[in-house]
């Protein structure tokens, strides 16, 4: 598939998923703009592993999503906490572990400068969700722990394949190492 049409495609999961409670009701913008980030972050992860063909990189996106997903709703149903505005299923934070999976994955696959906007934005949807008073701060901590634990163990650093060619000439004799490949 040609990388025009991953992108595509991932905009129009984008568009498929996002739910249509972010865009009702009587939400502020900080609240919306949250709800809408917890898809955008780990989306413009997976849009990073199309782009770089890094098919690898997909199946551990996939399984670091798994892992932070089920263990925080498995938390939210265990512990069934109380939320700041009398609700329940406070603990831990769905959106912030969402996205913070995004931007832990970036950084543990790519490095640390392709996660900085990923990372900045992640950390505005945990801030729109104790502004909200949907979170307390303790909440979205520990969404954070959950998401770099998952990212952690599920995913190995980036290594695009590197070809070690031996150079034998009358005056020189080394390796080459080509990581155009």
């Known amino acids: 598939m040609k990388l025009n049409a991953k992108i595509l495609l991932s905009s129009f999961i984008l568009l498929a998923i996002l ?10 913008g900080i609240e919306r703009a949250g709800d809408i980030g917890q898809y ?9 592993t199309f782009s770089n063909g890094d098919y690898v ?5 996939f399984n670091t999503s798994l892992a932070t997903m089920s263990t925080a709703y498995g938390l939210k149903a ?6 700041p505005d009398g609700g329940r299923l406070s603990f831990p934070s769905g959106h912030t572990a969402s996205a913070f999976m995004g931007a832990t994955f970036l950084h543990h696959r790519y490095g640390f400068r392709c996660a900085v906007s990923a990372y900045a934005a ?3 949807v945990g801030f729109s969700r104790v502004h909200s008073r949907r979170h307390y701060t303790y909440d979205v901590l520990g969404s954070v722990a959950i998401a770099y634990g998952a990212s952690w163990y599920f995913t190995t650093s980036y290594c695009p394949r590197v070809e070690v060619v031996p150079v034998v000439e009358k005056d020189f004799c080394g390796i080459c190492i080509d990581t155009s490949l």
Request: aromatic share 10%; hydrophobic share 50%.
């Open 40 to 48: 955008v972050v780990p989306i413009a992860a997976l849009g990073v």
């Open 78 to 83: 265990m512990l069934n906490a109380k939320r």
């Open 19 to 28: 739910p249509f409670q972010a865009f009702s009701g009587e939400k502020s």
């Open 57 to 61: 990189g997909s199946c551990q996106m």
């Open 122 to 124: 992640a950390t505005f």
